[in-house]
Structures are given as structure tokens and as C-alpha cells.
């Protein structure tokens, strides 16, 4: 008999994997920062419940800095691109 597997998708709150990451200290910091459009996936900005999984890219902007991320893990990423930006 053929047994068929199904691959679980994990599924993260977004302010919560931000902080999880510790892109951000806390996580009502991240909440701030996702209200304020500051966390974007192919130019739509997320809500701070919005349900990221493994494998999306995100663009965060930070005070000094932009990071392209790829969630790589419940609390991994890896740095697709830094931009860094003129105060």
C-alpha cells in the first residue's frame, strides 16, 4: 500500500516571528512596525497577524536600514540584501 505523506506548513504570526528573530526586541515593537507599513511582502505591506511561512521573502524597514529576509525557520532568516539608508 502506497502511504502518502503531507508536508506541514508552519504558519507564524508576523510581529511574533519578527521578535522571535530578533529582528526587533519586543514584540509589541514589531506590532508598531507592521501597522506603520514598515513590513512588506512583493510591495504589499502586512499586518502584524498576517500568517508568514518558510520560504517567504519580506522587505523590513528598519531605523537605519532596509533587509530583504527569506524566513528560513520558525526563527531563522537569511539576508537576501541590505540597503542602508541615508538619515
Not at 512588506?40 to 537605519?64: F, S, Y
Amino acid at each position: 500500500s502506497k502511504h502518502s505523506y503531507i508536508i506541514q506548513e508552519v504558519f507564524m504570526r508576523l510581529d511574533k516571528y519578527l521578535a522571535d528573530i530578533r529582528i526587533v526586541k519586543r514584540r509589541v515593537v514589531a506590532h508598531d512596525m507592521c501597522e506603520s507599513g514598515k513590513v512588506m511582502r512583493n510591495g504589499m505591506a502586512l499586518k502584524p497577524g498576517h500568517e508568514i511561512k518558510i520560504g517567504d521573502t519580506l522587505d523590513v524597514q528598519l531605523a537605519k536600514k532596509t533587509l530583504k529576509i527569506t524566513v528560513s525557520g520558525e526563527k531563522d532568516f537569511e539576508v537576501i540584501q541590505e540597503t542602508i539608508r541615508e538619515s
